[in-house]
């Protein structure tokens, strides 16, 4: 019996190729682009991102290239209230968050998979550039991309067994070259569209700007201290900081960078070059794909930016479900409110919040 795959499709080379394999798998693909809340719902913008109109238009018209169905799925209230509220309030906390982390969780894999179930479809499907597969005890993994600079699974450490048996991510085995390559052959008008790079919701990647405009937020100046404490100027408000910043701090007569940001003092502490280095951190919210915490210290691999190698490291599971990561080797800018992701090898086995 033929299966079928609901595809989230967002008008860009990626899932548009994940579409026509599927089908050239011998699926029954249905498209489905994510209405979601963008910065154009409250501003007059001619904002271009993928939850933009134009990006709609775009993914109908490949599937009408296709010859598959398409639907436009309303999820702007959720978008808003698990994504764009989330990173705004992260943000006036003095903290650096992850929305295409929390979009993943709460949204594609989630919220679209209870959709496509409703519906009766068997699985869902994205343009993610990781891999899927089954082990020989039949548990489901997530493996990263063999494209190794397209790699996304640092941003997909959410997945439960469950999502993971009705998800379908046919770019893992490809590069970026190899599918505008397939979309060429396929005959998709997007196969030269241009990668979206910045958050979908910030206009001009000003997350200051938004977050001034968006929460009606008046940010307070404080105190640039340096590690003893001591005074060294004033800061503009924490919104426009964030762990291992360089830019933008003010002249010391010496390389400085933004060591620590504290939101109840209202203070940036500035460290000195070498001090910038940590060599554990703490993570909660923690989820293991296999759905199973270890009940002792393993040996992992772990990376605490998404452009980051994997760093050997030991992982503790604490006693209140959170886990702490201690590097063999210390690691640059470890950062308050983004993902820590661990791995063995390139199984992803999964990931938290640093705290």
């Known amino acids: 019996m033929q299966k079928s795959v609901?595809?989230?499709?967002?008008?860009?080379?990626?899932?548009?190729?994940?579409?026509?394999?599927?089908?050239?798998?011998?699926?029954?693909?249905?498209?489905?682009?994510?209405?979601?809340?963008?910065?154009?719902?409250?501003?007059?913008?001619?904002?271009?991102?993928?939850?933009?109109?134009?990006?709609?238009?775009?993914?109908?018209?490949?599937?009408?290239?296709?010859?598959?169905?398409?639907?436009?799925?309303?999820?702007?209230?959720?978008?808003?209230?698990?994504?764009?509220?989330?990173?705004?309030?992260?943000?006036?906390?003095?903290r650096t968050p992850n929305p295409c982390i929390a979009c993943n969780k709460h949204l594609k894999f989630d919220a679209l998979l209870r959709k496509a179930r409703a519906m009766d479809i068997d699985y869902i499907a994205t343009g993610h550039y990781a891999k899927i597969e089954q082990d020989t005890d039949g548990r489901y993994i997530l493996r990263a991309s063999y494209a190794a600079k397209k790699d996304q699974s640092y941003v997909l450490y959410n997945f439960t067994q469950e999502q993971l048996r009705h998800t379908l991510m046919p770019l893992g085995c490809y590069n970026k070259d190899e599918v505008r390559a397939l979309a060429e052959k396929y005959g998709l008008d997007v196969a030269n569209k241009k990668d979206s790079q910045e958050i979908c919701f910030v206009e001009d990647d000003d997350y200051a700007k938004f977050i001034i405009d968006y929460a009606n937020y008046t940010p307070k100046s404080g105190d640039i201290l340096d590690t003893d404490g001591n005074k060294l100027g004033e800061h503009r408000g924490l919104i426009y900081y964030t762990i291992g910043q360089r830019k933008g701090i003010g002249a010391y007569g010496r390389p400085m960078f933004v060591k620590e940001i504290d939101a109840k003092r209202n203070t940036i502490t500035l460290g000195e070059k070498g001090t910038e280095f940590s060599d554990e951190l703490t993570a909660s919210d923690v989820n293991f794909i296999s759905g199973e915490t270890p009940d002792k210290p393993i040996k992992i691999q772990a990376k605490v930016r998404y452009q980051a190698t994997p760093a050997d490291a030991l992982l503790h599971p604490l006693p209140d479900g959170r886990i702490r990561v201690v590097f063999d080797e210390p690691q640059r800018a470890v950062t308050a409110g983004q993902a820590v992701v661990f791995y063995n090898g390139d199984i992803v086995l999964g990931g938290g919040t640093v705290e």
């Open 6 to 94: 609901l595809i989230g499709m967002s008008g860009g080379v990626d899932s548009s190729v994940a579409a026509a394999l599927l089908k050239e798998q011998g699926y029954r693909v249905i498209g489905a682009t994510m209405r979601l809340w963008t910065y154009s719902d409250n501003e007059n913008t001619n904002h271009e991102g993928c939850c933009a109109e134009s990006a709609v238009e775009d993914a109908r018209r490949v599937c009408d290239k296709l010859g598959i169905d398409f639907y436009v799925m309303n999820f702007k209230d959720m978008f808003r209230e698990k994504v764009v509220d989330y990173f705004v309030s992260e943000y006036t906390k003095g």
